[in-house]
């Protein structure tokens, strides 16, 4: 059983950055890190959810959305069971809650159709213009 942490959240203004971070902790979670698929989604009100990033902690392997690609930046610290999504040139159409997920196994280019089963809470990105 995994158990997901995203925090970094906040506000900031059009063309700022913001890191957030996915702590992941539980009971296996130090054997299978290097195993999982972590994902990175968001969710704007009115919205459906939207994939942003994956990363494969086995090699390092990242998918972008292209609302994202060149702006945004997802990393693996597997020592901490951690994963970060540095976000750039920020826009107003970034604003969502972002949440973080996990899956055993991979990511690839289709990461939206993995079914994630442990979720975190959820952090709120606002971007002012």
């Known amino acids: 059983d995994v158990q997901l942490q995203a925090s970094g959240g906040g506000l900031v203004q059009a063309g700022g950055s913001l890191r957030l971070s996915c702590a992941a902790s539980?009971?296996?979670?130090?054997?299978?890190?290097?195993?999982?698929?972590i994902g990175w989604f968001r969710q704007a009100p009115g919205k459906e959810r939207e994939g942003v990033s994956c990363?494969?902690?086995?090699?390092?392997?990242?998918y972008y959305a292209d609302s994202v690609k060149g702006r945004f930046t997802i990393s693996s610290d597997n020592a901490k069971n951690t994963v970060y999504l540095r976000m750039n040139s920020l826009k107003p159409e970034d604003t969502a809650v972002y949440y973080c997920?996990?899956?055993?196994?991979?990511?690839?280019?289709?990461?939206?159709?993995?079914?994630?089963?442990?979720w975190g809470q959820g952090t709120q990105v606002t971007v002012s213009s």
């Open positions: 997920a996990a899956d055993v196994g991979p990511c690839d280019d289709d990461f939206v159709l993995l079914d994630f089963d442990s």
């Open positions: 990363i494969s902690t086995s090699d390092d392997s990242t």
């Open positions: 539980g009971d296996t979670v130090d054997d299978y890190f290097d195993d999982y698929a």
